[in-house]
């Protein structure tokens, strides 16, 4: 499976942003889904997951209130929904993808992705 991220962009403290990941070549709802975020100088972490149905999600403890992951089977598509914006989350959102046999699983280790689109840039300014 292919994946493509985008809605990223430039916006102020406090404003919003829903980013999506279209996904192409595979049986999408095969795939676990999650975001992930890489700054300068750091790892690259987990920001959120989605089962293969939808029906389970989790959050980094950081975005937990603010960020909402969904998805869409019939149209290959997960998006990300942020709110309340903060400098802090200003990095480069990648989109991943995992064959998982379990409905519910939601993958937060990114080591076990093995699929993975280009990442779009969000940058907060304060």
């Known amino acids: 499976v292919q994946l493509q991220a985008s809605g990223g962009g430039l916006v102020q403290a406090g404003d919003s942003l829903r980013l999506s990941c279209e996904a192409s070549?595979?049986?999408?709802?095969?795939?676990?889904i999650g975001w992930f975020r890489r700054t300068p100088g750091k790892d690259r972490e987990f920001v959120a997951g989605?089962?293969?149905?939808?029906?389970?999600?989790r959050y980094a403890d950081s975005v937990q209130g603010r960020f909402t992951i969904s998805r869409n089977n019939a149209k290959n598509t997960v998006w990300l929904q942020m709110n309340s914006l903060k400098p802090e989350d200003t990095a480069l959102y990648y989109c991943?993808?995992?064959?998982?046999?379990?409905?519910?699983?939601?993958?937060?280790?990114?080591?076990?992705?093995?699929?993975w689109g280009r990442g779009t840039q969000v940058t907060v300014s304060s």
């Open positions: 070549g595979g049986p999408f709802s095969n795939y676990a």
């Open positions: 991943a993808a995992d064959f998982v046999l379990e409905l519910a699983a939601v993958i937060i280790n990114q080591y076990a992705y093995n699929h």
């Open positions: 989605v089962s293969r149905s939808g029906g389970s999600t």
